[in-house]
């Protein structure tokens, strides 16, 4: 397969690095399942009111991370290729779906995001096994929001539906890629770091006055 040899190597689903950021993360992945904001996305009495605030936070995180992202990547010989990865541009169409306006007052964070540094590669790595692993279970919510709410990739739920039915080959991908670290202890414990500080953004962002108006429970 083409897509998986451009790193030379064949992807190491469970190594180490994956294990570990998993294990880093998992407490946070639980914590933020339970937010007002989150919790029920997967059940069929889960408030638009709640999806469409959950859309406008998400739009002005994914865009100060993948601004980030972009930076770091075209600044270094970095193999990585984000070009199809890039969710602001399906948050943008979601929020278009439902007629709100991402940067008017209201729907813009309140506070400052304390944004995870992207200096090194292991940062990269561990700021990308957030967002690239959260579509996966995108999958689940996007079929949930079609099945519950009647919405579709043109219809409100491009950014869920994410890669669709190449989610496991682009999880894949961006494993074979992070392997890179494999071995390099000081860039896995930046990965590391980078990954934890990301999950405290989203609970940050979520948690922001903005986003916390008019939300239904
Ligand atoms: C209600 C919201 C959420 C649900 C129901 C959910 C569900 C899931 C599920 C079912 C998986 C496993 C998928 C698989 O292995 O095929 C998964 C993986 C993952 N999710 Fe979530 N998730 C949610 C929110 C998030 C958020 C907000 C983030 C990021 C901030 C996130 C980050 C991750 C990561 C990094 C993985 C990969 C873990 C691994 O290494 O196996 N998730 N999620």
């Known amino acids: 397969m083409t897509f998986l040899n ?8 469970d190594s180490d690095l994956r294990t570990l950021l998993r294990n880093a993360t998992h407490t946070y992945h639980v914590q933020l399942n339970q937010h007002p904001l989150l919790a ?4 069929p009495d889960y408030p638009l009111a709640n999806y469409r605030k959950l859309l406008l936070a998400y739009f002005h995180l994914y865009q100060a991370l993948e601004d980030q992202i972009s930076q770091f990547i075209s600044t270094q010989s970095c193999e990585f290729d984000y070009t199809a990865r890039y ?10 779906f439902f007629k709100d306006d991402p940067h008017a ?11 995870p540094e992207i200096t090194d590669i292991g940062q990269l790595i561990g700021v990308l096994y957030v967002l690239e692993g959260s579509t996966l279970g995108g999958q689940l919510i996007f079929r949930s929001l079609v099945n519950y709410h ?7 739920a491009c950014f869920f539906n994410g890669y669709s039915e190449h989610a496991q080959l682009m999880w894949q991908d961006f494993l074979c890629f992070s392997d890179i670290i494999f071995g390099d202890d000081a860039q896995c414990q930046a990965a590391k770091i980078a990954a934890c500080q ?8 979520l948690d ?3 986003s916390q108006e008019k939300v239904h429970s």
């Open 6 to 13: 451009k790193y030379q190597q064949q992807p190491n689903i």
């Open 40 to 43: 029920g996305l997967t059940k």
């Open 87 to 96: 969710k602001t541009p399906w948050l943008l169409k979601d929020i278009a």
């Open 105 to 115: 007052s209201g729907n813009v964070p309140c506070l400052v995001m304390v944004l």
């Open 150 to 156: 009647g919405l579709n990739h043109n219809e409100g």
């Open 198 to 205: 990301t999950f405290q953004l989203f609970k940050q962002i």
């Open 208 to 210: 922001d006055p903005a």
